[in-house]
Every structure is written in structure tokens, then in C-alpha cells.
């Protein structure tokens, strides 16, 4: 994979998260609250100018309430077969199960 296919889909997934975020209703500054970074770095997410760590990408999607694939879609209808309250539950389950790990150790 060559870095300009690397900057693409970069592009493609700030471009999904800010059309997302308007979806939901949601301005920069509480999408940024929701996710725990300051509103200049959810602005740079949003414009792409900041890689966007999976992580961080699984936190944006589960305060989207949407699945972590609907960033990666061709077009605006895919990534739609599965509705938000799921994913959203689909996210607070994994986060129930890395806080049981990490209550184990």
C-alpha cells in the first residue's frame, strides 16, 4: 500500500466521521468532549489532517452510535445494515469486557 491510498482513505474516514457527527446532531466541541480530546484536535480528525488511532476510531464510533465500518464505506449507503442503537450496544459491551479484564488482573 502506497502512503497516497494511506492519505485517502484517511480523507474517506475524517470525511465519514464529520458527516456522521452532523448526522447525530453533535457539534465539534461535544464530539470532542464525548471522546476526551480538546475541540482543535477533533477539528484536525475531522479535516484529516490527524491520523486517527483505532482506538481513538472505536471511541468516535461508539459516541456516533455507529459501527466502526460505516468509516470505511464506499458510499453513503453502505455500512447501514446495521443500526446505531446495535453498534452503540455492540461497543458498550466490548467496553464492559476490557473493564472486566481489566479488573482481573
Do not use: C, W
Request: proline share 2%.
Amino acid at each position: 500500500m502506497n502512503a497516497d491510498f494511506a492519505r485517502m482513505i484517511d480523507r474517506r474516514v475524517a470525511e465519514r466521521i464529520r458527516e456522521r457527527r452532523l448526522l447525530a446532531g453533535l457539534t465539534q466541541q461535544a464530539l470532542a468532549r464525548i471522546i476526551g480530546v480538546a475541540f482543535q484536535q477533533a477539528h484536525k480528525y475531522e479535516r484529516g489532517l490527524s491520523r486517527i488511532s483505532a482506538g481513538r476510531l472505536y471511541h468516535i464510533a461508539a459516541a456516533l452510535e455507529t459501527p466502526i465500518d460505516y468509516f470505511f464505506a464506499a458510499d453513503k449507503t453502505a455500512a447501514r445494515s446495521e443500526p446505531a442503537s446495535a453498534a452503540h450496544s455492540d461497543a458498550a459491551r466490548k467496553d464492559d469486557a476490557v473493564k472486566e479484564v481489566g479488573d482481573a488482573a
